[in-house]
């Protein structure tokens, strides 16, 4: 269960991080008039979706493995870890920990806050290396 959650979550992080390369590689082939502005935007909201999906699969997943581990969420005092074995009580414990707080909606939002300037420096770092390449291919010929 755990395997198949970290695998999914992965997946979700290495969709935030591969997102904006494929999206400049994209926008850079097609004859578009503001190819920045295309970026931001689109980056932006697949950004946006993949952040807010990628908050819920992390609390959702959380639930899983409580439910997995025995905690009984509905339960009341004692209740709740009457079911949880004494070896995965470390891991119970962490895990109601994360689920408490902030909800899963604030995690998404400031988590997209600190991915936004990603996308910058993504188009800033891909955008001079396209520019580095052309130069190299116009000096060649």
Not at 68 to 92: A, C, Q, S, T, W
Request: charge should be positive; aromatic fraction near 18%; glycine fraction near 6%.
């Amino acid at each position: 269960m755990e395997i198949l959650i970290d695998i999914i979550t992965f997946l979700f992080l290495l969709g935030l991080i591969i997102c904006p390369i494929l999206l400049f590689k994209r926008i850079n082939k097609t004859e578009i008039r503001f190819k920045f502005i295309t970026y931001l935007v689109f980056g932006l909201v697949l950004g946006a979706i993949i952040v807010y999906v990628f908050s819920w699969w992390s609390y959702t997943s959380d639930l899983m493995l409580l439910e997995h581990y025995g905690y009984n969420i509905d339960g009341m005092n004692e209740e709740f870890y009457e079911n949880v074995l004494p070896k995965n009580m470390d891991k119970v414990n962490n895990l109601v920990t994360s689920i408490m707080g902030i909800g899963w909606q604030l995690k998404a939002i400031i988590t997209f806050v600190f991915y936004s300037p990603y996308l910058l420096i993504v188009y800033g770092v891909m955008y001079y290396q396209a520019k580095s390449k052309k130069k190299q291919s116009n000096a060649h010929n």
